[in-house]
């Protein structure tokens, strides 16, 4: 099966169709205030960051209100996610706008697959243990459900970030598709070929499960994200494509920050509205996952291959970059030793929370998911969820001590958020987000820490 799976084939002209056009887009910030305060053992604490709010509503004007809310469904050939932190914000910020949102997303065809669930927190998912990976993949398909009301068929890693593991898990949390880039997958065998149109594959998990892969087209992508004038003249833009397809074949899937489209280039909101109209009358059919996976569970021959464990779309080095041991962004050595320093400490705590709870609380794990899943809203907004977090756990037959190492585990995750690695300039604000969750851990257990 898999050697015939090789042959050089065409998804999409084995069908006499037209070749796909479509935008992954990745919807995201992370959460920009956290704060919690409460008395533990007649003892004030607190922990929290504030990491430049004002961007939020700024991008939300920018990107999300345009494309997300002003039109009645979802651009066609548009893949995106919309990670929970974005969610809560909007929720708490901007209800009316996120009630568009809902709207258009209800409207949009085939809605399951062209909005991407999350695992809730922005995390490099191979960095964490399995268990983990896990928990974080059922508490974001909960949220997620909760604000839409369905759940999603496709999952957008954070930063692209994947291996076997990670896939075998989102497999199971009942994913069926995820946005790779395509230098991030390999064929089965060395000396076979992948052809630019092999713009969907395969991968088969070391359980047997098969989870479909999107490829975004690096070079494509790149020059899209990183060249202003590409997003002047959208019909421009689509003739040349043409161009490029019939003389290249070249895969016209684009992967990139949903952002790029109004924040880091003004007006470009508009070229991606245009362009998703205007893509048929230039020879490409809108990407729709629905139909493709439609297609393979018909008897559709599919393209095997293998993932690139380890990588991720914005670090040559692999994952390098957020443990503190590349100089992807140029940090400056402090920088970088600093980015070190808060990776090996939260891994470390996060071994600490995981092994204790494991002693005092087995199966703690769906508990926990519950609760941040609950207080997700208030934890990505600087809500003060400590109190009712306490009470909750105290209702549920819990001790304090329980109750510390749950609140512990949030702020591990949160810490883990990418955006405190992603970025090499001193003094980005950032970095609050590992350095205050850090501090916070240790001011929980000091006679640990």
């Known amino acids: 099966m898999l050697a015939e799976s090789l042959k050089d084939y065409n998804i999409e002209t084995a069908n006499n169709e037209k070749p796909y056009f479509g935008i992954l887009a990745h919807g995201y910030q992370p959460p920009r205030l956290f704060n919690v305060e409460l008395t533990i053992a007649g003892k004030p604490y607190q922990a929290g960051f504030t990491v430049a709010p004002e961007y939020n509503g700024m991008i939300t004007g920018q990107v999300y209100k345009p494309i997300l809310s002003e039109t009645e469904q979802l651009p066609p050939g548009l893949i995106t996610s919309i990670y929970a932190p974005l969610r809560s914000y909007l ?9 568009k949102l809902q709207a258009e997303v209800r409207n949009t065809p085939n809605r399951e697959y062209s909005i991407l669930g999350d695992p809730l927190v922005h995390v490099i998912l191979p960095l964490l243990p399995s268990d983990d990976q896990q928990m974080l993949l059922e508490a974001g398909k909960q949220a997620f459900i909760n ?120 007006g470009a909101e508009e070229f991606l509205i245009r362009a998703s109209k205007i893509q048929e009358s230039y020879g490409f059919t809108p990407l729709d996952m629905y139909r493709v996976l439609e297609k393979f569970k018909q008897g559709q021959r599919k393209t095997f291959v293998k993932v690139k464990d380890n990588t991720s779309w914005s670090c040559i080095h692999g994952l390098a970059r957020w443990t503190g041991d590349c100089c992807c962004d140029n940090p400056s050595e402090p920088a970088l030793r600093a980015k070190k320093e808060y990776y090996t400490n939260l891994m470390n705590m996060n071994t600490f929370v995981n092994d204790s709870l494991d002693n005092i609380a087995p199966g703690w794990r769906d508990e926990l998911t519950n609760l941040f899943v609950t207080y997700s809203d208030d934890i990505f907004t600087g809500v003060n969820f400590g109190p009712q977090l306490f009470e909750a756990v105290t209702n549920m037959g819990g001790d304090e001590e329980k109750a510390k190492l749950y609140l512990a585990k949030i702020e591990v995750m949160v810490g883990m958020t990418s955006c405190g690695w992603f970025f090499g300039a001193d003094g980005r604000p950032e970095r609050d987000i590992p350095s205050s969750m850090i501090k916070g851990v240790k001011d929980l257990f000091p006679e640990h820490y």
């Open 91 to 99: 929720k708490r910020n901007n209800p009316d706008l996120f009630a």
């Open 147 to 266: 604000d839409f009301g369905f759940a999603p068929k496709g999952l957008w890693l954070p930063e692209t970030a994947v291996s076997k593991e990670v896939l075998h898990n989102a497999a199971a949390a009942g994913y069926e598709f995820v946005p790779l880039r395509d230098d991030q997958v390999k064929p089965i065998l060395d000396d076979t070929y992948i052809d630019a149109e092999h713009n969907i594959c395969v991968v088969q998990t070391d359980k047997d499960e098969e989870i479909i892969v999107v490829l975004g087209n690096s070079n494509l992508s790149g020059f899209v994200s990183y060249t202003p004038w590409s997003t002047y003249d959208a019909d421009e833009f689509m003739r040349a494509r043409q161009q490029d397809h019939q003389n290249n074949k070249t895969n016209m899937i684009m992967m990139m920050d949903l952002e790029r489209y109004g924040h880091h280039q003004i």
